[in-house]
């Protein structure tokens, strides 16, 4: 539905075309009216736009695109890596209790990088028997939806090829009594104007003829 509710009478098919020049002035006066927001400013219909939300992250990023500075940080690969543990000796765990809690942060990260890794191979393992199918399906899916898309704007444009011919035909049918209607109101206008030109020059005749009577009679 149209935001804008307005009608604007147009004969396309009886009325002759402007002029380069007087489309260019009607242009012109149209734009003098325009506000000068008129390009930017949103249609008073619209409903003002919700502010947006982002997280305190997300807004970081956007002030460092908007500030144009290099990444940094990202994904961490160092957990992903192979570690090294830690150098013992036969008396480590006693004399240095450090290197026992180096085994135990090695061993941690182990246990989470064989997680991770386990997760992507049952993943994987997925993708491999499901993936083409779904793949098939979402394409499928989209074909359906590009094709309801499509028969709709060939619908579209079928209606708007049917209101045009049917505005062509109501404005051929009624060229005849139009063009009539416009002689008549033309030689109408040009009867009125040649009573205003009899009717001043009549009256420039009676002031005349009373400007004579009365310089005869004063004389």
């Known amino acids: 539905m149209s935001i804008i509710q307005a009608s604007h009478d147009s004969l396309p098919y009886v009325d002759a075309d402007i002029s380069a020049a007087e489309r260019a002035s009607a242009i012109k006066a149209i734009e003098s009216e325009l506000a000068m927001e008129h ?23 956007l002030a460092r695109k908007a500030d144009g500075l290099p990444w940094e940080g990202g994904i961490d690969t160092g957990r992903y890596e192979a570690l090294d543990p830690p150098q013992t000796h036969p008396t480590s765990d006693e004399d240095q209790p450090q290197v026992l809690d180096g085994w135990r942060d090695v061993l941690r990260k182990a246990y989470t990088s064989s997680s991770h890794l386990e997760t992507r191979l049952g993943n994987l393992a997925l993708l491999e028997e499901f993936g083409k199918n779904a793949w098939l399906i979402g394409n499928a ?79």
Do not use: Y
């Open 39 to 61: 390009e930017t400013a949103q249609h008073p219909s619209l409903p003002e736009l919700r502010h947006a939300r982002f997280s305190e992250m997300f807004e970081r990023e």
């Open 141 to 219: 899916q989209m074909e359906n939806i590009l094709r309801r898309l499509e028969m709709e704007l060939a619908r579209v444009r079928e209606q708007t090829h049917e209101v045009n011919k049917a505005r062509k035909t109501s404005q051929e049918s009624a060229r005849g009594e139009l063009e009539a209607l416009d002689d008549g109101w033309r030689r109408g206008v040009g009867r009125v104007i040649e009573v205003e030109v009899a009717a001043e020059a009549l009256r420039r005749d009676i002031l005349e003829r009373r400007r004579d009577q009365a310089a005869r009679e004063s004389a």
